[in-house]
């Protein structure tokens, strides 16, 4: 107990992971993980700061705190840390417009997002959109761009869902790395550049967090 104590001494704050950490997802809804919902009611009412860090790719952010709420979790938009919104800022910083290989879930997230004549790629978990010609034509828009921009939500290997494990999207960013000769830019975990976004939201340097 001493050495936990000792561990936690001079921390502040709390990052959450969510799907497979809080709730398994299924299609369009989810079951909490035993102890999660109580898990996070406890970190509130503690002096801890929390914040929520997820790489979901499928539903909007609005979607999943919707979802979430429903499962009974205490959390608010404005405690998540999600790709798809810090992704929409770094385009518009960059004047960067994007061909997106997504998930339909996400879509609505792009609307302020001008995706004419694309001059980069933006992939995250699109599930049934990976089919040959969506990724042929990312391929496609890559090979003719001089300084080809790919930008990942996640680069996750997988992740679990009530039906089973599901292939992620770091499968298919890993096979137009391959085949373009260069590296996605990515916007998720484990971007250290994402975390620390996340930090700077919570007012907190790294040591003060776990």
């Known amino acids: 107990m001493a050495a936990w104590g000792q561990r936690l001494a001079g921390v502040r704050g709390v990052l959450l992971d969510v799907s497979g950490v809080l709730f398994d997802g299924a299609e369009g809804s989810g079951v909490p993980i035993a102890g999660s919902v109580e ?3 406890r970190l509130k009412r503690s002096r801890l700061k929390v914040r ?7 539903k909007s952010l609005g979607d999943l705190v919707r979802l979430l709420q429903q499962l009974g979790f205490d959390i608010s938009e404005g405690e998540v840390t999600a790709p798809a919104p810090a992704t929409c800022l770094i ?3 960059r004047g960067l417009r994007p061909y997106l290989l997504i998930h339909d879930g996400i879509r609505s997230e792009f609307d302020q997002i001008d995706t004419s004549n ?3 790629v933006v992939i995250a978990d699109a599930g049934e959109s990976f089919s040959y010609q969506n990724m042929n034509k990312a ?11 790919l930008i990942s ?3 996750g290997r997988y992740y679990k869902e009530t039906s089973g494990l599901m292939l992620d999207v770091g499968a298919y ?3 137009l790395e391959y085949a373009c000769g260069i590296e996605a830019e990515v916007v998720g975990k484990p971007s250290p550049e994402y975390f620390k976004s996340a930090l700077q939201e919570m007012g907190l340097e790294a040591h003060q967090a776990q």
Do not use: H
């Open 173 to 175: 960013v890993k096979a």
């Open 139 to 149: 391929f496609q828009v890559l090979m003719e761009l001089e300084n080809p921009v």
């Open 91 to 93: 385009l518009k910083e």
């Open 39 to 41: 898990a996070v009611a």
């Open 153 to 155: 939500l996640g680069k």
């Open 52 to 58: 929520f860090c997820t790489n979901e790719s499928q």
């Open 118 to 120: 694309p001059n980069c």
